[in-house]
């Protein structure tokens, strides 16, 4: 914080907000002394910031209600001015709940209706959790007789039992005892498959009712996140807002994506060319190709998630051995104003008290000793192709060029008039013609077809 400045706010919409200090001094300690600064003013300028933001129209009585929470963490936190300073840092708080809302609501709503069996209790897993805003909020708003635990996954919280360096994240928030529902944090890289394994195993191997949700998950961590939820036939809801496309690598690779459940398309359909850098897009992808195929990516996605569970419906299912079946909705929430991620991916199914499949396999691999069955299990899903054989690769691959080539003659056609349309109907009619005659044949030079 600059000299002569005790608090500065910047608004989402390009507003600002300044207090002085009565002695023009901008440390953190001067903000304790400024009686200017209430509670009530701070909870004033938080609201205003929220009812800008457009997800205020569909969500604003959770707004609000976050808003209060939000003034009671102050109240809290007010003693501690480098942890509250953190917390609050500028509009991010404010952006944050904002794009979360969507989540935080259906989320609510699938913890009050879950019906759970036997004592057991939810644990919630917040993928790519970054600070942890999302898991805080949580902790307010679910209910605590039936959630047990919040669990904060990202690659920059520390490791339980390693020092904490430099670049990991403080939990300092996160390990206060004042959180009505127990807030922990894990380590885990989502793209390694050892991490998602172990992230299963340690939360759900007993087959614990759970709910998984991501939000701003970037390129394949959105598929990765899908991996976990058909991995757990524990996990009884999704909630998904993807964000960044993949990176063009994987088309120029050939790739394509997948799931377990067998879909699969090709990483052509959605990578582009191009990054996010200081919240400026830069790269050769226009806005209507990133929309375009952030909507496929976004379609794909949901395609890939399972919504029905052997044994679902609580402990032992429905009936013994019977099925659940579930729903997956792609829901659009305006979120954002000037951008067009705004696409939320939901899943709600019955769950089952079984361990993740993952784990299964590794047990039944190590023998029927460590398994305790001869049952075949299916492998997990460890890479991006979901097991894809080549020939169903290369096939996958060439549907979507054809597809795309003809989409692309359509295109062409359709700004040409009826006679320019037929003309080159005709002239591709010869060209075929001639080609047959040849015998499909001949070889190509300057001159024309020797």
């Not at 001015?81 to 904002?98: Q, V, Y």
């Not at 970037?218 to 991995?231: I, P, Q």
């Amino acid at each position: 914080w600059g000299a002569g400045l005790a608090l500065w706010v910047c608004g989402s919409q390009g507003r600002s907000y300044r207090f002085m200090s009565p002695h023009g001094h901008g440390s953190d300690d001067d903000e304790a002394a400024v009686t200017a600064i209430s509670n009530e003013e701070w909870c004033s300028w938080l609201h205003a910031e929220l009812r800008a933001c457009p997800a205020y129209a569909t969500h604003g009585a959770l707004l609000d209600e976050c808003c209060a929470i939000a003034a009671r963490w102050r109240t809290r936190f007010w003693g501690r001015k480098a942890l509250w300073n953190r917390m609050r840092r500028g509009s991010r708080l404010a952006k944050e709940l904002a794009e979360a809302a969507p989540v935080l609501e259906r989320a609510r709503l699938e913890a009050q209706s879950v019906k759970l069996e036997g004592g057991a209790r939810v644990v919630v897993i917040d993928l790519c959790s970054g600070f942890g805003y999302m898991a805080m909020f949580l902790s307010e708003l679910l209910p605590p007789d039936k959630v047990e635990r919040i669990v904060l996954v990202d690659k920059a919280w520390a490791r339980h039992g390693v020092e904490r360096r430099p670049h990991h994240i403080d939990p300092a928030h996160i390990s206060d005892p004042g959180w009505p529902i127990r807030l922990s944090t894990s380590h885990a890289d989502l793209k390694t498959p050892s991490d998602r394994r172990s992230l299963l195993r340690a939360f759900l191997s007993r087959g614990s009712p759970a709910m998984l949700l991501g939000v701003h998950l970037c390129g394949t961590l959105s598929l990765r996140a899908v991996d976990l939820f058909n991995d757990s036939p524990s996990f009884f809801f999704l909630g998904l807002k993807p964000c960044c496309l993949p990176p063009a690598f994987f088309a120029q690779r050939g790739d394509v994506f997948g799931s377990a459940n067998g879909h699969c398309f090709a990483a052509k359909a959605v990578a582009v060319a191009g990054k996010w850098q200081r919240g400026k897009w830069v790269g050769g992808a226009s806005r209507q190709e990133l929309q375009r195929k952030f909507a496929v990516w976004v379609d794909n996605l949901s395609r890939c998630v399972e919504c029905d569970v052997e044994g679902g419906g609580g402990e032992g299912g429905e009936e013994a051995g019977g099925a659940g079946r579930g729903v997956v909705a792609v829901e659009q929430h305006r979120v954002q104003s000037l951008w067009f991620l705004n696409d939320f991916i939901f899943c709600s199914r019955p769950w089952a008290a079984l361990a993740p499949r993952s784990a299964t396999s590794a047990a039944h691999a190590a023998g029927p000793e460590a398994s305790g069955t001869l049952a075949a299990v299916p492998a997990p899903n460890r890479s991006n192709g979901a097991g894809v054989s080549e020939a169903r690769r290369a096939a996958v691959v060439a549907n979507f060029d054809e597809a795309r080539r003809e989409a692309k003659r359509a295109r062409r056609a359709g700004r040409r008039g009826d006679a320019e349309r037929a003309a080159a109907e005709r002239r591709r009619a010869a060209r075929f013609v001639a080609t047959l005659r040849r015998g499909g044949g001949g070889k190509k030079k300057k001159g024309g077809i020797e």
